[in-house]
């Protein structure tokens, strides 16, 4: 069916972006809807899509409530109010709701095919309920704490994305009505196995329905009615503050503790059969019927993650094994190559999760540690993720006297607390920590070690499309350029010292800084390919990146198809952009790719009039081509020289241009269609990519 409220009128030009971002959310679920993907996966997904669709709530419904009136020019190029977006965000969200309880009510009878078992407490035999009964009494009870809700007791706190139990009850005697919440621990496994069954297979009960079935021993004597499950979530917009680099710490924490209490922007709850238990939650929580949403499936889908880390390989993806890249191979598996000479041969690039951030990034860090002749290593962090080994380089770098600068992103939304606890420690080490810019992200991730090589420095330079994080590395496809070009080494540091001083260098030949160059560099490249076109030499710009939404650069894009240059596009997440409308975008072509991994790679090409392909404009790096990337925060991009690293890119992009296995193409409606594989042997491209490089047997 046809969504035509993505634009209203015919001669919009832009999707919303907050509809166009549910419709990414859409092909996540579809993902757990495809029979081709394993069992256990699908289940992943359903958690994926419900952490997505929670991210959603938490940035942008309180955001869109601010100003009711305002039109659409204030919150995006449509002509929708304030209150007309939000409902047809909630009517979309509604629909997504209920195929995702269709989803996971067709995967139960496959599970059970499976010999895995979601139990209620009756459907357990005599022996488990003894069992969990003895579960219950020892791990699970001390932990609960009851609260009742009476004229001694105030309604409680609800904490952000917590689920709880509702709960009427009566005094045996005066049937006295009272209300009472239980909150779910989520310190402990949300699904529990039961293991003193002689049953086969994978017995499984809900933490929730173990406790629901156990509430006799919370409220000993007392009636139980009605019990509704109800999870709520909160608003995470709340960083209007102060800005000063003195204040910064003191401002994220205090940032970390409003939001802790902002306002709540959706109540999640349970088919229940007490109206007005449900009634009673609104008004305690100040919040309407529109903020209410019923879940007749799971009450919260994000525990499924813990049954799709089942270890049965059988039901799930084929492990895929980041392999260390040949370059930096040896003769021997135990005679690896020094990388900084072989970085001095020539530019590397490497691609995760199919190659390796072990043997690649940690290990060029490692040796730089190591190194007598490195005098300096300087590094951007945004999202460090926990037990990340490059903190403790770093440390042990200092502690060796070497100079070593860490621009930390305290604003890094919801790694805010863990990027403060690595900013207290890096510091105590003497790494010289910097937290980040007024008023602007600092979202590039570059790294530099300058080295003493006889008379002279040299500057090894790395510069990537994705987070310094192990974890993320293994889960998203990033791209990283290991350079001892000495042109863009200069202007990191040049890069560096505005993130650390007072530099307000413009003039950058080689990188794209936003928001220095890169907005005018990449329409001046846009417009370049408009001037080949109009010179008989064919233009064509092919782009990848996670979302596209800026009006010039769109505009600039519709320019140039109007020109004749043809544009593909592989945008993952939203894209307000609309292609293939007749006089407006006839030449533009958008594509998604949503697979096993998460697409993070921010690829640029463009044509220059280049018989060969390969001798076209290549760039990669952390910004995507929306206003807040290119005017907000501090991006950087670097073009591609090294010929066979151009090769690789180009073989890339063409491989995921020409997938016909997990790519959807945008219609002009916005709606996205997933292409019909052609013959039966055909394999995703995020499947022939690590193929390729050997990390999937």
């Not at 598996?333 to 020094?338: E, P, V």
């Not at 900013?423 to 590039?444: Q, S």
């Not at 995507?624 to 090769?647: F, G, H, S």
């Not at 020409?658 to 594989?677: F, S």
């Amino acid at each position: 069916m046809t969504d035509t409220k993505l634009y209203i009128g015919t001669n919009t030009k832009f999707f919303n972006r907050d509809l166009s971002w549910l419709k990414f959310n859409e092909r996540v679920l579809h993902q757990a809807q495809d029979h081709r993907v394993p069992l256990l996966e699908r289940l992943r997904f359903l958690a994926i899509f419900a952490t997505n669709l929670d991210e959603f709530f938490m940035k942008r419904i309180a955001s869109l409530r601010q100003s009711p009136e305002r039109t659409i020019a204030d919150i995006g190029p449509q002509a929708f109010t304030g209150p007309q977006l939000l409902a047809e965000v909630r009517s979309t969200v509604i629909r997504h709701g209920e195929m995702v309880r269709q989803c996971y009510e067709k995967l139960l009878p496959e599970l059970v095919r499976q010999n895995i078992f979601f139990l209620k407490w009756q459907e357990l035999t005599d022996v488990e309920k003894k069992w969990a009964g003895e579960y219950f009494t020892s791990k699970v009870f001390p932990v609960l704490t009851p609260l009742a809700v009476d004229t001694s007791h105030p309604f409680p706190f609800l904490s952000n994305l917590s689920v709880s139990l509702g709960i009427t009850l009566k005094k045996p005697k005066t049937f006295e009505p009272l209300f009472a919440r239980v909150k779910i621990p989520d310190v402990l496994p949300q699904w529990v196995q039961i293991h003193s069954s002689g049953e086969k297979g994978y017995r499984l009960i809900r933490l929730i329905d173990l406790v629901s079935a156990n509430l006799g021993e919370l409220f000993p004597e007392m009636l139980i009615e009605h019990v509704m499950p109800f999870r709520v979530t909160r608003n995470a917009d709340v960083e209007d503050m102060s800005d000063d680099v003195e204040d910064r710490f003191d401002t994220v924490e205090e940032e970390l503790r409003l939001r802790r209490v902002a306002q709540i922007v959706r109540l999640e709850h349970g088919p229940t059969a007490d109206r007005s238990m449900l009634n009673y939650l609104r008004d305690e929580l100040k919040l309407t019927d529109e903020d209410l949403y019923e879940n007749r499936g799971e009450i919260s889908y994000h525990s499924l993650s813990e049954v799709a880390n089942l270890n049965i390989p059988a039901l799930r993806y084929a492990p895929c094994m980041p392999v260390k890249p040949a370059v930096f191979r040896g003769d021997s598996s135990t005679d690896d190559r020094d990388m900084f000479s072989t970085i001095r041969e020539r530019d590397v690039l490497v691609h995760y999760p199919y190659e390796s951030f072990q043997d690649s990034i940690e290990r060029f860090v490692r040796e730089a540690v190591n190194d007598p002749h490195v005098l300096a290593i300087k590094i951007t962090l945004y999202r460090a993720g926990e037990n990340n080994p490059i903190i403790p380089m770093l440390i042990t770098a200092a502690q060796k006297g070497k100079q070593v600068v860490c621009v930390l992103e305290l604003k890094a939304r919801f790694d805010e607390a863990r990027n403060m606890y690595w900013g207290e420690m890096l510091e105590d080490a003497g790494v010289h920590v910097v937290y980040g810019v007024a008023d602007k992200k600092v979202h590039g991730k570059i790294l530099l070690v300058i080295r003493k090589e006889g008379d002279s420095y040299r500057f090894y330079s790395h510069i990537s499309t994705g987070n310094y994080n192990p974890h993320t590395a293994k889960i998203y496809t990033d791209l990283s350029l290991f350079t001892a070009d000495k042109r863009i080494g200069t202007e990191i540091i040049e890069v560096f010292n505005f993130l650390t001083g007072l530099s307000l260098k413009k003039t950058y030949q080689k990188l794209l800084v936003a928001p220095v160059n890169m907005r005018k560099r990449f329409l001046q490249l846009i417009k370049k390919e408009i001037e080949f076109q109009k010179d008989g030499q064919g233009g064509y710009i092919l782009a990848k990146m996670n979302s596209l939404e800026d009006a010039e650069v769109c505009d600039a894009l519709y320019e140039a198809s109007r020109a004749g240059v043809k544009v593909d596009l592989i945008v993952r997440g939203f894209c307000t952009l609309r292609p293939r409308v007749p006089g407006l975008s006839d030449n533009i072509r958008v594509t998604s790719i949503v697979g096993r991994f998460l697409e993070h790679s921010r690829i640029y090409y463009f044509k220059r009039g280049a018989k060969d392909p390969i001798d076209g404009k290549f760039l990669i790096g952390s910004a995507d081509w929306m206003y807040r990337n290119l005017n907000n925060r501090i991006e950087t991009v670097v073009p591609i020289e090294e010929v066979a690293c151009k090769q690789y890119l180009w073989q890339v992009l063409q491989a995921m241009r020409n997938d016909q296995a997990q790519t959807w193409e945008a219609e002009p409606t916005g709606e996205y269609t997933l292409r019909k594989p052609i013959g039966s042997d055909i394999r995703p491209v995020q499947e022939e990519l690590a193929r390729l490089h050997g990390s999937l047997k």
